[in-house]
Each structure stands twice: as C-alpha cells, then as structure tokens.
C-alpha cells in the first residue's frame, strides 16, 4: 500500500487518482491506487458517537461530518473513529488507516481495497443512510438550521 507523503509546507501529496471511477456526486471519497481516500471533520468529546451528515469545507469539497465520546488525547478519539467507520462499512478495522489530520479536526482516512469497488460501496451506503441528503453547512447545521440528524455507525 502506498502512503501520501507531505511536503515542507504541510501539503499532503495523496498519490494518483483513478479518473476512471466516478466517486459519488460531490462525495467525501476519493479513489486512489490502492483504496480510496475519505475526507473527515471530526468533533471529539461528543455526547455519543454519531455520523452526523456532509459538511462543506473551505476548499469548496465535502467531509464526513462525525461526532465520537472519546477526547483528543493519545489516538483515542482517532481510533473511535475508525472503529465508528468500519463498523458502519462493514469493513475490517485494519482496512482503514489515518493518512493525514492526526492533531486536527479535518482527517484523511484510506480505505484499503479496490477502488471501483469500494466507491461503489460507499457511495450506496450514503444512499442507504440518507446522508448525501443531510448537507451541513460550514457551521453543522443542515439547510433548514437543525443539527445534522445523527446516524449512529
């Protein structure tokens, strides 16, 4: 499995996309060689742990927005995470893996796998949730001015 590499102004170079399968309409997922990158704002010390809907960021892109109980010290909210993921996937804890963000709210996540396959995975699991009709805006608040609806993993 390739990992990104970062330069020495922080950028995160992710490594080559595959053009060739379409991510879900303005989807948090990205495919690449070996998996397929998922875009993450989380909120640790949440009230429980919840997958609350899409957020917009600055860079006009869309993320995950997710809320988990665990604080932000030694990993723990991180790995809350990625077992909230993979348990909402249906996929194997060891197949996903923080690639950038460690420190910071906004995370990038790799899914290991085909990439074909796993987009099209991921992009019905937004549609079974609902998700991909839960925008958020920048604050997390969907359209109407509710909070995001919470699914649970």
Request: net charge positive.
């Amino acid at each position: 499995m390739s990992r990104c590499s970062i330069d020495a102004r922080g950028s995160v170079d992710a490594g080559p996309t595959l053009s060739s399968t379409p991510p879900h309409p303005a989807s948090p997922f990205r495919p690449v060689a070996d998996g397929v990158r998922i875009a993450v704002r989380l909120s640790p010390k949440a009230a429980r742990n919840r997958i609350q809907g899409l957020i917009a960021e600055a860079d006009g892109g869309l993320a995950l927005k997710i809320g988990v109980t665990a604080a932000p010290e030694r990993g723990k909210a991180n790995a809350a995470l990625i077992d909230l993921l993979a348990e909402s996937w249906g996929v194997a804890r060891r197949d996903v893996t923080l690639v950038a963000g460690p420190t910071d709210r906004r995370k990038t996540l790799h899914l290991a796998g085909e990439p074909a396959a796993l987009v099209k995975h991921l992009s019905a699991w937004l549609d079974r949730t609902g998700l991909d009709r839960a925008r958020l805006d920048r604050t997390g608040r969907d359209r109407t001015g509710r909070e995001g609806h919470g699914l649970h993993g």
